[in-house]
């Protein structure tokens, strides 16, 4: 693997790891993640890394778009939180962190322990 693209993988799963310390120590449900300013902003920041590093990695190796089964919508977010930062749904994210962030999480797991 290239060793570029093995960077942009761990500082992906950094992210995630943090993201899962963030909702772990501090919020349980939805309620507590809307009622947090600071809780939401780091994992939006955390969002944006992940969704650079895919764009950096897809850029560089298209084949990722079939082996990680989100990348585009990946990059979209972070454009989204970037871009459209006053459109960002708190219901949305939350979804992200419950349902699509794990599965991302092993999908990395696998690339990285190849």
Known sequence: MDERINKWLIDICNAIDEIDAFKSNQTKTL?????????????????????EAMNRIITKDSSYLIIISEARNI?????????????????????????????????????LNQ
Do not use: M
């Not at 993640?33 to 902003?41: A, H």
């Not at 459209?84 to 708190?90: E, F, H, L, P, R």
């Open 31 to 51: 309620f507590d993640y809307e009622n947090n300013l600071i809780l939401k902003r780091a994992v939006e920041r955390n969002l944006e890394i992940i969704g």
């Open 75 to 111: 990059v979209g977010l972070r454009n989204l939180i970037i871009h459209n930062y006053d459109g960002v749904s708190d219901q949305n994210i939350w979804s992200i962190l419950i349902e699509h962030l794990p599965v991302l999480k092993k999908e990395i797991d696998t690339l």
